[in-house]
């Protein structure tokens, strides 16, 4: 992550205090800024207010000091077809030495000769060897490894939380790396969660030509999502991109299981019995095919969870979600189902009656015209 904001220095400074607060938190390992200040510098600071009391004239003392020190372009010149840069240096002994910057001398406006330090102050010190920028903005970015069974969500969180008292005034914290690929896939996967549902949704009213069937099948869905929630957290798993994506998965699980009851129930109401008689005989009925598809998915999912290795983690929270999620949420699905299709399906009428309704129309049609 990056502290971003308008002033190196105090962003520097913030992040060096939360370097020494992540230390002391177990949730971190090894925090330590991405670009210390280890490089030397000499900073030579003019006091011009002095320079003009004494009648300096500090405007070309920049372009004399690149001179003294390593020599500056002046042109070029053209021999023979070559080019060649000439070289403006000064014919006394090379500056070598921080001390030698004092030792310049210069000429007052009365005629004195006084040297450098009599204007200008040198202090050493240390300075990151580039400044970075995010955003247009100072930035100073700063890593750190994870403490044991911490994710990633959690450990971020806490950061945000630690650099809240230490940012400067309007600096924030800006996530990088695997951390903004997290924040992109959590508010990723909350689109895909809902163009899921919705897609779902709209298949299933086309298919059953009933918003109420949709619904009831959909009523499932919450709960085997909250059944994948319990189970990884009796496994200690993270919810992490795997993970999401086997929710995903449990969704179009789910509304499979439903669909073999509900149209089964369905089809019992278009032949006469009621929604209760309906639904209870779709249960049992269609007992046998849902616990095939549970048992099934189930045990491909069991090499997920026993996965080990390279990748393992990615493979174990698929799977926990997987099998946990999926055993539960069919077991939910057995009793929720019913008892939504109990109080929805009332709300709607069979198509038998629609047809029915639709012949005693025609026929009463037919026979007014005769």
Not at 142 to 156: C, F, K, N, T
Not at 248 to 270: H, P, S, T, W
Request: aromatic share 4%; glycine share 8%.
């Amino acid at each position: 992550m990056a502290l971003v904001g308008s002033s190196h220095e105090r962003l520097s400074q913030a992040a060096s205090a939360l370097v020494a607060a992540m230390e002391e938190d177990p949730m971190f390992s090894a925090p330590r800024l991405s670009n210390e200040a280890s490089q030397a510098q000499l900073a030579l600071t003019l006091d011009r207010r002095r320079a003009a009391d004494l009648g300096i004239d500090i405007a070309g003392l920049s372009q004399a000091l690149i001179a003294l020190l390593d020599g500056r372009s002046v042109g070029e010149v053209f021999i023979e077809g070559d080019s060649y840069d000439v070289q403006l240096r000064a014919d006394t002994r090379k500056l070598d030495d921080p001390t030698d910057l004092r030792n310049v001398f210069l000429r007052t406006g009365d005629g004195r000769i006084v040297p450098l330090s009599t204007i200008a102050d040198l202090e050493e010190k240390s300075i990151a060897p580039t400044l970075e920028r995010e955003q247009q903005q100072a930035a100073v970015s700063l890593s750190s490894s994870l403490g044991p069974d911490v994710a990633l969500g959690d450990a971020y969180q806490r950061l945000l939380e630690l650099a809240e008292p230490l940012l400067p005034a309007g600096a924030h914290v800006e996530a990088q790396a695997e951390a903004a690929a997290l924040d992109e896939n959590a508010s990723g996967m909350t689109m895909v969660f809902g163009f899921a549902i919705i897609i779902v949704f709209l298949v299933l009213a086309a298919q059953f030509e009933s918003m109420w069937s949709a619904l009831i099948i959909l009523s499932t869905v919450p709960f085997g999502i909250g059944c994948a929630v319990i189970a990884m957290l009796l496994t200690g798993t993270s919810l992490n991109i795997y993970s999401q994506i086997g929710l995903v998965l449990l969704i179009g699980v789910m509304a499979k299981n439903g669909i073999l009851i509900v149209e089964f129930a369905n089809q019992l109401r278009d032949r006469g019995e009621s929604v209760r008689d309906a639904i209870e005989h779709a249960t049992m009925l269609r007992l046998r095919p849902v616990m095939m598809t549970m048992i099934s998915t189930v045990l491909g999912g069991i090499p997920l969870v026993l996965a080990s290795g390279a990748g393992a983690e990615a493979r174990i929270a698929l799977g926990w979600v997987i099998v946990g999620g999926l055993g539960f949420a069919t077991l939910v699905t057995l009793y929720v189902t019913p008892v939504a299709y109990f109080i929805l399906a009332r709300l709607s009428k069979p198509k038998a009656d629609e047809e029915r309704l639709l012949n005693a129309e025609m026929h009463d049609a037919a026979a007014i015209e005769h």
